[in-house]
């Protein structure tokens, strides 16, 4: 079955800490890879994104995610927060076929504190 | 650009009334999606569609109808609303496969 699992619900991490984001994926087709962020009573915007190439991918504003195939993983890491970093996070998958869809995971609320 | 205009965003309803959420986009994308967001849930697809003129099933489609007789545009219908449609509905729309999905700002539906 396709799927995209966020095992951390809530992430509390102290300003300038670094911070890892969980997303796994099960899927036995070919995938794109997403992360969008959702700032409180706005929509989502695109953080993001792998299709193909280099595993690892940037932000403008600090983070990255690197894709990992064997691990069927695509975490997200920032090396030092800021407090305006505090938001939810969503790891989202296009599994290709099939109507390629853009499945969300359950969503990682990060607070970041002073 | 306007990008992902959602009309309304919020709506009480009672109980067994009908209603019709549109989402309009000046983008000229060919995929258009609603999705509903629930608290430690994420969101939920509930229709999607592939073009103009057509429509397809999400994880959560029972309750929910939709059209998209305009490219530009896609609605989403409840014909019956249940409690259990309480929820923050999210309309997106994309150029294509593996590009970024550009969001509207919500609607938030409550159903008394």
């Known amino acids: 079955a396709q799927s995209v699992t966020q095992l951390d619900s809530q992430v509390p991490v102290f300003e300038e800490a670094p911070v890892e984001l969980r997303c796994n994926y099960s899927?036995?087709?070919?995938?794109?890879l997403f992360w969008y962020v959702q700032y409180p009573n706005q929509g989502l915007q695109l953080l993001l994104k792998y299709l193909s190439g280099s595993t690892l991918v940037e932000s403008i504003n600090g983070f990255e995610a690197e894709f990992n195939k064997s691990q069927t993983s695509f975490h997200l890491r920032k090396p030092s927060v800021h407090i305006s970093d505090t938001a939810e996070y969503f790891c989202?998958?296009?599994?290709?076929?099939?109507?390629?869809?853009?499945?969300f995971g359950t969503g990682t609320q990060l607070k970041v504190e002073l | 650009n306007a990008g992902v205009t959602q009309t309304p965003k919020f709506r009480v309803l009672k109980t067994g009334q009908s209603m019709t959420l549109l989402c309009a986009q000046d983008?000229?994308?060919?995929?258009m999606y609603w999705y509903r967001q629930d608290p430690g849930m994420g969101l939920r697809l509930i229709h999607y569609s592939v073009g103009e003129g057509t429509t397809a099933k999400g994880e959560v489609p029972d309750g929910y109808n939709v059209s998209r007789l305009k490219k530009q545009n896609f609605l989403l219908g409840l014909e019956s609303a249940a409690p259990s449609q309480t929820s923050v509905y999210f309309c997106?729309?994309?150029?294509?496969?593996?590009?970024?999905?550009?969001f509207g700002q919500g609607t938030r539906l409550t159903v008394v």
């Open positions: 899927s036995s087709v070919s995938v794109y």
């Open positions: 989202a998958v296009t599994f290709t076929g099939g109507g390629n869809k853009l499945t």
């Open positions: 983008m000229n994308h060919e995929y």
């Open positions: 997106a729309s994309s150029v294509a496969v593996g590009t970024e999905a550009f």
